[in-house]
């Protein structure tokens, strides 16, 4: 069966003083929004003084850390980028969702809560921006595992990531709808043939029309020689090459016209 960590999603009234990771959100030149300024107070500017440095932009999916800032109990803040307001998208929000996953799962952090504030002249609603993000955390978080037998998958702990100021909109339904997108794309991930597997065998030796990459009569000879294929005999209705793998045999669909007319294939 598969083993998928499970992400869970709250929404919190009030920022909690005991979060261990807290992440603040900044759209490229932008300056930070209402919840951010009020965390930049507490630690005496040092998170804008931060996020001043030669080395942050605050481009889509980048990611600032900030250990320990003086002022707050957090082992850690982080600064995401969302990149150009202007610019924004849905993919893009989804990304930097996924980008700041990666992050979390590098530093070995299982919970988080996202103080999230509203990012002016953005070109994406905010229940479409908070649901974005959450998108791309989970399925950045997916995992297929054929029987378990990744080492450590029994084991990967799950992640609680908390919302802060959620628009009353996304609070619930967004976060339903969201949900549901992503488990359709895991489910549909899950069902689909492994490489090695019985099913994936089965499809092997279909019609070319199924397998692109498999040489047939209406490929010019050229072509099937570039794909490391060698033909060995054509007739009737079928044509046989050879390659380092063995023989294979194909069928020529007769609604293709074939440059040979299915008969004699140059080598």
């Known amino acids: 069966m598969p083993q998928t960590p499970v992400t869970v999603f709250e929404t919190i009234a009030d920022l909690p003083d005991d979060a261990p990771v807290i992440v603040i959100l900044k759209a490229g030149s932008q300056g930070f929004g209402e919840r951010a300024r009020a965390l930049d107070t507490k630690t005496a ?13 605050g481009k889509s999916g980048e990611c600032l850390d900030i250990v320990a800032p003086h002022g707050l109990a957090s082992r850690r803040v982080i600064v995401l980028g969302l990149g150009d307001p ?21 530093k070995g952090e299982s919970a988080a809560v996202i103080a999230f504030d509203t990012v002016g002249s953005a070109a994406v609603p905010e229940e479409e921006l908070a649901g974005r993000l959450a998108l791309g955390i989970r399925l950045k978080r997916y995992r297929f595992d054929l029987r378990n037998t990744r080492p450590g998958a029994a ?9 802060v100021g959620l628009p009353k909109t996304a609070r619930g339904a967004e976060l339903a709808r969201i949900n549901a997108i992503a488990g359709g794309i895991e489910d549909a991930h899950r069902r689909r043939p492994r490489r090695g597997s019985p099913r994936s065998r089965r499809n092997s030796g279909r019609s070319p029309l199924r397998a692109p990459a498999a040489p047939t009569a ?15 005999r054509s007739g009737g209705d079928s044509v046989a090459y050879s390659s380092s793998r063995g023989e294979s045999t194909y069928g020529i669909d007769p609604e293709i016209p074939s440059e040979t007319d299915g008969t004699q294939l140059d080598t």
Not at 45 to 57: D, E, I, M, T
Not at 87 to 99: E, N
Not at 155 to 163: L, Y
């Open 45 to 57: 500017g040092a998170l804008s003084r931060a996020c001043a440095a030669p080395g942050f932009s």
């Open 155 to 163: 084991s990967e702990a799950g992640w609680v990531i908390g919302f």
């Open 218 to 232: 209406h490929w010019p000879a050229a072509a099937s020689r570039d794909r490391g294929f060698r033909h060995i």
């Open 86 to 106: 202007i610019a924004l998208t849905p993919l893009s929000a989804a990304r930097a969702g996924a980008d700041l996953a990666a992050f979390l799962e590098k």
